[in-house]
């Protein structure tokens, strides 16, 4: 039975029970030990973090292998992360980096763990790094573009979760009052386009963030002895390693319930 949960199993649990994930896919990858087959985007994400800090993927597949072409050259999109893994050395140079840990396993309190992809001095002060590889840099509408991630009233709470869940974890690991979160988000599309976002999180979440783990464990328990229920969909089972399977997957579109009303309800 799980006593700590990852910000990505607290993140699968909020979408199954929005029926926005499988639970027999969640069960398998985050309970069962089921390693998923990484998308090509993801792979392009792992071989960049393993060059640029030679961080593995932490739920295994060994060691990342590039993209090549019959030259023997690598395909354009990891050439262009070749670039960014030479841009995260220069960040590191220029804001004064020091790497204490590179995915550290024991990343754990009370009910949180995570695997922080770098634990590092900057500048002398402890903070957490996490790098993403995104197409979606300068995307302010999608759920996983970086601008305005923290828009007072859409704030991307899919991104979000992850630096408080770190810095939850790190200022009680650490006992500091406060250490800071930052993501280095590097352009899959443009070489020389990259960002670093620190997050701020108001003191009262995290009250908020502790109070959804332990409701999130007892959800867990009680799903565990009632069953997960499968929630398919045409898009979520067409990339299911259960599919062959699974008496539940979804060959054919299902019907999508919209209601509209021309009047303003108060
Ligand atoms: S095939 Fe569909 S219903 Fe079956 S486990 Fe996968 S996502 Fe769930």
């Known amino acids: ?48 973090e393993y060059k640029a800090t030679g961080g593995l993927p932490p739920y295994g597949g060994g060691v990342p292998q590039a993209k090549t072409l019959k030259s023997g050259k690598l395909a354009t ?87 408080m869940h770190y810095k939850y974890i790190a200022q009680n690991l650490y006992g500091k009052e406060d250490v800071p979160f930052y993501f280095w988000v590097f352009s899959t599309t443009n070489p020389s386009d990259h960002r670093i976002i620190r997050v701020e999180i108001d003191e009262d979440d995290y009250a908020l963030h502790e109070r959804e783990l332990s409701d999130a464990i007892t959800f867990l328990e009680k799903e565990q002895k009632r069953g997960f229920k499968a929630h398919p969909s045409l898009q979520r089972c067409s990339g299911c390693p259960l599919a062959a399977k699974c008496p539940h997957a979804a060959p054919v579109a299902e019907v999508e319930v919209v209601y509209y009303s021309s009047q303003i309800t108060t």
Not at 2 to 25: F, H, P, T, W
Not at 113 to 129: C, N, Q
């Open 1 to 48: 039975m799980a006593n700590q949960l990852s910000q990505s199993v607290l993140k699968a649990l909020r979408d199954y029970i929005d029926k926005k994930e499988c639970g027999l896919k969640l069960k398998a990858q985050y309970f069962d030990g089921m390693i998923m087959p990484p998308s090509e985007a993801q792979k392009l994400g792992q071989w960049f």
């Open 77 to 163: 999109s990891y050439a262009r992360m070749e670039e960014q893994v030479k841009n995260f050395h220069t960040l590191c140079k220029k804001y004064n980096v020091k790497i204490l840990s590179i995915g550290d396993e024991k990343f754990n309190y009370g009910q949180a763990k995570g695997t922080p992809d770098i634990v590092a001095e900057i500048d002398g002060e402890l903070s957490i790094i996490d790098l993403k590889a995104s197409g979606l840099i300068r995307d302010k509408w999608s759920d996983f573009g970086w601008e305005d991630i923290a828009n007072p009233y859409k704030p991307k709470v899919k991104i979000l979760t992850q630096a």
